[in-house]
């Protein structure tokens, strides 16, 4: 088993990150996480990307639900070796690939050292296999949520435009920001009345954040509160197929255009998310 822990260690260690992995994350939860990470996905896709949303939220399996799907295996497979991840991999709406999450996996951190090498293992050939990985993640400060939002190469943090989603928006970027003084942070605010109140939103978070971590957010845009979305959601269809002239479904075409338009952060050289996951977990404690 040792032998198998160093071949994963230089594996690791050469491998070139392929796959843009986006990290969509929130203080306070059902803000839009997962609502957001399909529907963005699927307009990626219809753009030319090759994208696969990994549901991460590992209590409750949130991306399916949302489907309508009910898949036979999940990311529990993986962790136990039974089946690897391209196995366990499900064709989604619209052309996205989905990797099912599963309930009753607690911490990540907390699992044993080859459900870990599974785990990066899966992850190693998702990355082969994607332009972009879109990990839902679980809302707020978990082990889990963290360790993903600070090993992506970008959090799109979402939140809606109430105060305690905002107060607790910014306890998610305090978290992440002490794990990760670079990481690349877009806010998303999601059920806006409108762009002006969108603005503040965004403008307040960067503000406190300015302030209180002297480090600046980026802004990727806004999606407006629409009726639609609720109506998709009863139909287990996402909006941007259901309803794509509806306002929400515009603004994520929107997002979806503005993130292929940003280069990806990562520069050559610099260790990526599989590193960076690798050593969240603990794994390799110098990768
Ligand atoms: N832009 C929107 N307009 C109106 N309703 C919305 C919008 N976005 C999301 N919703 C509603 O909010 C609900 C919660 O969304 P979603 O499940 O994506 O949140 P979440 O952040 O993933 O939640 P959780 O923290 O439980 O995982 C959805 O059922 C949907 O009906
Ligand atoms: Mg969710």
Do not use: C, W
């Not at 796959?19 to 307009?43: C, E, H």
């Not at 699992?111 to 972009?132: K, T, Y």
């Not at 306002?247 to 280069?263: F, G, I, Y």
């Amino acid at each position: 088993m040792e032998y198998q822990a160093q071949n994963l260690r230089d594996f690791v260690r050469q491998h070139h990150s392929r796959a843009r992995v986006l990290a969509v994350t929130s203080g306070k939860g059902g803000v839009g996480k997962t609502s957001t990470s399909v529907n963005l996905g699927i307009a990626m896709a219809a753009q030319g990307q090759r994208v696969t949303v990994l549901d991460a939220d590992l209590g409750l399996a949130n991306v399916e639900v949302l489907l309508g799907l009910n898949s036979l295996y999940n990311l529990q497979h993986v962790i136990a070796g039974e089946r690897r991840m391209r196995q366990i991999v499900v064709q989604g709406p619209g052309g996205i690939d989905l990797i099912p999450g599963s309930s009753g996996i607690a911490k990540l951190a907390d699992l044993g050292p080859h459900a870990r090498e599974n785990v990066i293992r899966g992850l190693m050939e998702l990355q082969e296999d994607a332009d972009f990985i879109i990990i839902d993640t679980m809302a707020g400060i978990g082990q889990n949520a963290v360790a993903f939002a600070a090993a992506a190469d970008e959090v799109l943090l979402v939140t809606t435009p109430e105060p305690s989603a905002i107060v607790d928006a910014y306890a998610m970027i305090k978290t992440i920001n002490q794990l990760r003084k670079d990481a690349v942070i877009r806010i998303v605010v999601n059920m806006a009345a409108n762009a002006a109140q969108a603005n503040m939103v965004a403008a307040k978070l960067n503000h406190v954040a300015q302030q209180y971590l002297g480090r600046s957010l980026a802004t990727l845009g806004h999606i407006l509160r629409d009726p639609h979305v609720a109506q998709a959601v009863m139909q287990a269809t996402p909006f941007v197929l259901r309803y794509p002239a509806a306002p929400a479904a515009k603004n994520v075409q929107d997002l979806a255009a503005s993130l292929l338009r940003q280069k990806r952060e990562q520069e050559r050289g610099r260790p990526g998310f599989l590193r960076r996951i690798v050593q969240n977990l603990g794994l390799v404690s110098n990768a």
